[in-house]
């Protein structure tokens, strides 16, 4: 397994502003995705970060709302730009070595007022 | 496209009762892997079990169960013997080898398992 921490926890924001969440795995790792989990839904799939290059978004999420960086194989960051309450959200960090193995870390609870 | 449906949205038992939770999937990929994750109502997602698409041996792990049938497209869920810690929203995933599909896990919409005491 991996050990994945992300911050913050939580956070309350203000609707226009941008928050970027980080996410720390202690070992290299292949792949790192960036999932979304709105109240009383599944998760959805933001992107793949990619180590080197620019992210790969699923359809419906786009670069310029959410950024994504990804310096090494240990570290990403996601950034929601311009939020609105429409933004309030459980985002969440996953980590895998193969399409067999995906851990996740606890989870950033963020609220748009 | 890769699917999952989990048709139970809520399930309420008492305790020591036992709990199926049902999972479909539809894939055109013939290599894929099988999840079911917990999420208490910290929010954090614990991973349960993974089952490749070459294993259909069930698998039992103290309380919990899994029956994988390639024939229904199924990889249901059974906790035995229900205690209140169980009460969680669980979610079943899936994840292709194939394509462009590789590594993402796709998820059911998630069972609200509630045991009252």
């Known amino acids: 397994s991996a050990v994945i921490s992300q911050k913050p926890s939580r956070d309350i924001c203000q609707r226009g502003t941008s928050l970027t969440i980080q996410c720390q795995v202690d070992?290299?790792?292949?792949?790192m995705f960036w999932y979304r989990q709105q109240p009383g839904q599944s998760l959805t799939l933001i992107a793949t970060a990619n180590q080197g290059s620019e992210a790969t978004y699923e359809s419906g999420f786009v670069i310029d709302k959410f950024p994504i960086s990804r310096p090494n194989l240990t570290f990403s960051t996601l950034t929601v730009s311009n939020m609105s309450p429409e933004d309030s959200s459980i985002y969440l960090c996953?980590?895998?070595?193969?399409?067999?193995?995906?851990?996740f870390g606890p989870g950033t609870r963020l609220t748009v007022l | 496209a890769q699917k999952v449906t989990q048709a139970q949205t809520e399930i309420s038992v008492v305790e020591k009762e036992d709990v199926t939770l049902d999972c479909v999937y539809e894939?055109?990929?013939?290599?894929?892997?099988l999840f079911w994750y917990k999420q208490p109502p910290s929010g954090e997602l614990v991973f349960l079990i993974r089952?490749?698409?070459?294993?259909?041996q069930n698998e039992i792990s103290g309380r919990y169960s899994w029956n994988f049938q390639k024939s229904t497209s199924s990889f249901n869920f059974t906790i035995t013997a229900s205690q209140v810690v169980d009460s969680a929203v669980y979610f079943c995933?899936?994840?292709?080898?194939?394509?462009?599909?590789?590594?993402?896990?796709?998820f059911g919409q998630g069972t609200i398992l509630t045991v009252h005491p």
């Open positions: 894939t055109r990929d013939t290599t894929y892997y």
């Open positions: 996953s980590v895998g070595r193969g399409y067999n193995e995906q851990f």
């Open positions: 070992s290299q790792v292949t792949m």
């Open positions: 089952r490749n698409s070459f294993d259909e």
């Open positions: 995933a899936l994840s292709e080898r194939g394509g462009t599909s590789y590594g993402k896990l796709t």
